[in-house]
């Protein structure tokens, strides 16, 4: 699951560079929520483009939002099916949150880049297009804290999820690579006398 997620100056100078019309999504740092609209990724014309969307699929029965959908069954699901196959996304950040049982946050981020790139996809509800975050099953950086986390593409790997009907099949049961950890929280021992 990923319940929220957020950026950072760092993680936006990146974008800047990667994709052409970043500047004009505004992207500000902080915490993303659900209901919340941010810079998305999409294939346009041989590059990467950013379009603000919303996040979450308003729900059938009009209660809440779908913020997430699991890769592995997303193609079975009436809900998710078509955006899999016709209108995939990326989601850019610097790192999602996850908690644990005892409600302790923890941030999870890529060990070697300032930008994390979370396989989406999405649709068009009354005039808006909305998103949500593919998710699969945690990676041992992650299963400790929670069993569910979302499925992270790395960079040479976005276009083949944007625009390859074949490679994106493929990149639905992709196990994410491991994550660097931090909490807040801290574990003091104290000596024994």
Not at 55 to 60: D, I, Q, S
Not at 126 to 155: C, W, Y
Not at 168 to 179: A, D, G, M
Request: overall charge neutral; aromatic content about 10%.
């Amino acid at each position: 699951m990923c319940g929220r997620f957020y950026v950072d100056r760092e993680m936006i100078q990146e974008m800047e560079r990667l994709v052409e019309n970043l500047d004009q999504m505004r992207m500000e740092p902080g915490d993303v929520c659900p209901s919340q609209n941010t810079a998305v990724l999409k294939g346009q014309r041989q590059h990467l483009a950013a379009e603000g969307m919303v996040w979450g699929f308003p729900r059938f029965d009009g209660r809440g939002l779908l913020i997430n959908a699991r890769a592995e069954n997303a193609l079975e699901k009436p809900s998710f099916k078509e955006s899999v196959h016709k209108r995939r996304c990326v989601i850019p950040a610097r790192g999602f949150y996850e908690w644990n049982r005892q409600k302790e946050k923890f941030m999870f981020e890529d060990m070697d880049s300032p930008v994390i790139y979370m396989a989406g996809c999405y649709n068009c509800f009354a005039g808006q297009n909305r998103f949500v975050i593919l998710t699969t099953q945690a990676n041992d950086s992650v299963l400790a804290v929670h069993e569910r986390m979302p499925l992270i593409l790395r960079k040479p790997e976005l276009e083949s999820w944007l625009t390859d009907d074949e490679a994106s099949l493929k990149l639905l049961l992709k196990k994410p690579e491991l994550l660097k950890v931090k909490t807040d929280y801290e574990q003091i021992k104290l000596p024994l006398f």
